[in-house]
């Protein structure tokens, strides 16, 4: 009980040492814009639409398919159990559920070693080893999808060992297909690692009569019937894996640049394996621990090893844990237990003086290989080569030490190093933790009655502004249902939508990270998008308050687009591909683009190519403010179209130039998802007589280049001829389902603001139509002269095949059961 007690009160402490001083245990980047609230929006849209079973996402970048955000716990079983919990704040509930997780982590690590394995008091240290490893205690409050499937893991390993012992199956089959709807990403490591267990555990039977071909049958037999119950876990979970496929495969690009050779050579990065949060987390001491394994004589460990060690050697093997998408050492995070187990066995070992000096010799050697070309072929900070120098010899030392004096000195050597460490990491975690002051900012009551009450009278789209922190918090953050956000903050988002802002409209792009579809003060983006409310401290141009909520401002723009609207104002679509940056811009704002020839005649653009002037060019050092200035004499209000080459001249930092409020941003070349946004993009609105607009420069080293400039007009009198007649859909059903009535005079389209996706089928007056791409990225059809009903519904891709290929597993596993009793009870 003492054991158990201290894995307890490991994590209770870590969660302690980052909350105190007014934090919360959740980091400000993807824990406070993901993994806190996408969990949030599928409690919400559970409310609003009564199923556990969604299939689409009306709140979330303009619309969008469901399964695109089911990496963020869409099934999570623990999840689910939050939605019994409507008074509970998710983000509490979130942060309790990641505390126990980690708790559990240590208890069933604890479980499973000395379930028969090992003794306690080993099963004890190993098990700490887990609990104390940087990346479990890192992303317990930063990536919950890189260790929350872990207790799941474990609970599999259990079970397999109990389906070993008394052929029961029930936990192995229930504890897979769990931690797969956790997290479908690492779940492929995590069968790896069992898979990995089962199979050096393979003893194989002596038969003196047959041969190779006849041993190769005696093991697939084996194979199959150790691990065919895990399979049914894989495939009970096929509801959901289905159409999470389908989802990548539309939407998200491949990585290219990784050639058949970089998969094949041996790469030696310890990363993978020593302190990093994005690897194993461990300690030279594992290094030690794995090496020396290899040189056991014939047993489960010294297979164990060398398969591990092979798995970190060779980039094929990263690449494919990652799902062919890249190379990160994430991927080998679920084979935690693993070294746990060799460290299990190996403080055995010691305590029964079973390890050989020739194997540790052998084993040391190996391993001093290993970091010796590990420096010389990768660069390392400083402080990271005398650490590992320091760690190595002292785990060394501590193994020697071992061996001749003191059998628990690595034990206590190891334990000592990982604790110092985990104390540090809270240290400087501290930086990337959301205060609680900020979260209280960020969840203001009265921002969510706001928003509730502009929520009626169309179908439009009410998004929230404030800092840039708050706004790149808020990209996924709905308060009600309704809201209809332009963000999204995902790996995964519709294409045809991310086209449309980043290469149609050239938004600017406030973050670093390329996947982000940020919060933008565009106008002429806001417009078209229906985004007809802000709520916040401020509104851009073009926004009038008209109401507050307690402290937080309420803003109209009564000329935003509906989200549906019929409209004869139609230009082709090779028109329009002719126009330039600034005139694809103006032209949305007078007519709608559509494959037909029957087109306007006169585009209602007027664009004239003016000068500009950049207060500075070259900037170097500090943050600073400056100006551009314009040379427009256009009458009245007019748009400004801004754009400038940018050149980094310090690519290990990121680059950032705000204008008139603002902000592009060219990250850093080595960032994790590279923008490559070199070449910045502004639209601003000007008031008459205005010519000059403030810019910030952000601190670094870069030069501003090709300065560009427009300005331009589309003329009001076409834009409200444009939305002259809006339809009115509203979201029904289940949530998939938007319908309602469509008036056409002359005949025309209908034309929306939700992301086109082939999987929606859209119905007039009850007779399905074919859905056309309008507008480059959104859903229209052509409709003839009068009133219609429209209905249009989303069918979620491989969702019924995947359903029934999960009912399919059940009945054959329900089979398989009463087979196995008749079985046992002699009646077959």
Not at 15 to 44: C, M, T
Not at 187 to 203: D, E, P, R, S
Not at 270 to 287: D, F, I, N, R, V
Not at 292 to 301: L, N, T, V
């Amino acid at each position: 009980m003492l054991y158990l007690s201290i894995l307890m009160v490991i994590p209770l402490i870590l969660y302690i040492l980052k909350i105190r001083n007014g934090y919360l245990a959740g980091s400000e980047i993807d824990w406070l814009g993901q993994h806190s609230v996408f969990p949030d929006y599928f409690r919400k849209l559970f409310y609003e639409t009564k199923t556990l079973f969604p299939q689409f996402a009306a709140e979330l970048g303009g619309g969008q398919n469901i399964y695109n955000f089911a990496y963020y716990g869409l099934f999570n079983p623990l999840y689910l159990v939050s939605y019994a919990l409507p008074f509970v704040k998710m983000t509490t509930y979130i942060q309790v559920v990641s505390l126990l997780e980690h708790m559990a982590d240590g208890v069933l690590c604890y479980y499973w070693l000395s379930g028969g394995h090992f003794k306690k008091r080993e099963s004890f240290y190993a098990s700490s080893i887990l609990v104390l490893a940087a990346s479990v205690t890192y992303h317990s409050s930063m990536q919950l999808m890189f260790v929350n499937y872990m207790p799941f893991l474990l609970l599999a390993l259990i079970g397999y060992d109990r389906y070993c012992k008394k052929g029961k199956y029930g936990l192995l089959t229930l504890s897979v297909f769990f931690m797969i709807l956790t997290s479908f990403y690492f779940a492929v490591g995590g069968m790896a690692a069992l898979f990995i267990y089962g199979v050096t555990g393979y003893q194989n039977e002596t038969d003196e009569s047959g041969g190779l071909i006849s041993s190769c049958l005696r093991f697939i037999k084996w194979l199959w019937g150790r691990f065919y119950p895990a399979l049914f876990g894989c495939f009970l979970s096929l509801f959901y894996l289905i159409p999470v496929y389908f989802a990548m495969t539309a939407g998200r690009a491949g990585h290219g640049g990784i050639t058949a050779s970089k998969l094949l050579i041996p790469d030696i990065r310890l990363h993978k394996l020593l302190y990093s949060g994005y690897g194993m987390g461990l300690t030279a001491a594992a290094l030690l621990m794995l090496c020396i394994s290899i040189f056991y004589k014939k047993c489960r460990e010294k297979f164990m090893a060398a398969l591990l060690l092979l798995m970190l050697l060779f980039p094929v093997f990263d690449w494919l844990l990652n799902g062919g998408l890249y190379l990160r050492d994430k991927a080998f995070i679920p084979f935690l237990p693993l070294l746990c187990w060799l460290a299990a066995a190996f403080f055995t070992r010691l305590e029964t003086q079973a390890l050989k000096a020739r194997q540790a010799a052998e084993g040391c050697i190996l391993a001093g290989a290993l970091v010796a070309v590990s420096l010389l072929t990768n660069s390392y900070a400083r402080q990271e080569k005398y650490l590992l120098f320091i760690d190595f010899a002292v785990c060394g030392a501590a193994v020697l030490l071992s061996m001749v004096y003191w059998k628990k000195a690595l034990c206590a050597v190891t334990l000592a190093v990982m604790a110092f460490l985990c104390a540090g990491q809270c240290t400087v975690l501290k930086e990337e933790l959301v205060t609680s002051a900020d979260m209280n900012k960020i969840e203001d009551p009265d921002i969510e009655k706001a928003v509730r009450s502009v929520l009626h009278g169309g179908f439009y789209r009410t998004e929230t502004r404030g800092g840039y922190s708050e706004n790149k918090a808020s990209q996924n953050r709905v308060r009600a249902c309704g809201q209809n956000l332009t963000t999204v903050y995902s790996s995964i988002s519709n294409s045809y939508y991310s086209e449309f802002r980043n290469k149609v409209l050239n938004l600017s792009k406030p973050s670093r990270n390329s996947l982000m579809a940020d919060t933008v003060d565009n106008p002429i983006f806001l417009r078209l998008m229906g985004v007809r409310y802000i709520v916040g401290d401020r509104a851009p141009a073009g926004y009038e308050k008209i109401g507050q909520s307690g402290s937080v401002n309420i803003y109209e723009n009564k000329n935003a687009a509906p989200a549906a609207y019929v409209t004869d104002r139609i230009i082709s679509e090779d028109t329009y591909s002719d126009l330039s940056y600034p005139e694809r811009q103006l032209a949305l704002l007078g007519a709608a683009v559509a494959d037909t020839p029957d087109t306007e005649d006169d585009i209602p653009v007027n664009v004239k190519k003016v000068n500009a002037h950049i207060s500075t060019t070259a900037i170097k050092g500090n943050a600073s403010f400056g100006s551009v200035s314009v040379d427009s004499d256009m009458p009245g209000d007019t748009y400004l179209f801004l754009e400038f080459d940018v050149k980094n001249n310090r690519p290990s930092e990121d680059v950032t130039v705000t204008v008139n409020g603002e902000q592009n941003k060219l990250s850093a070349r080595k960032a994790a998802y590279y923008n490559g946004n070199t070449t910045f993009h502004y639209t601003s609105l000007l008031q008459a007589g205005e010519t000059e607009l403030p810019v910030k420069f952000g601190k670094g080293n870069y030069e501003i280049s090709n300065v560009r400039a427009w300005t331009g007009t589309a003329g009001e009198e076409a834009a409200a001829e444009l939305y002259r007649r809006p339809a009115a859909l509203e979201v029904t059903g289940a949530g998939n389902v938007l319908e309602g009535t469509a008036e056409s005079e002359h005949g025309g389209w209908l034309i929306t603001s939700v992301p086109y996706d082939k999987n929606f089928q859209l119905y007039v007056d009850g007779r399905q139509q074919k859905i056309r791409r309008v507008n480059t990225a959104f859903v229209g059809v052509p409709l003839k002269a009068g009133a219609h009903e429209i209905r249009l519904v989303y069918h979620a891709p491989g969702r019924n095949a995947g359903i029934a290929a999960a009912l399919i597993t059940a009945v054959i596993l329900g089979a398989d059961i009463i087979r196995r009793k008749r079985r046992l009870h002699g009646k077959i």
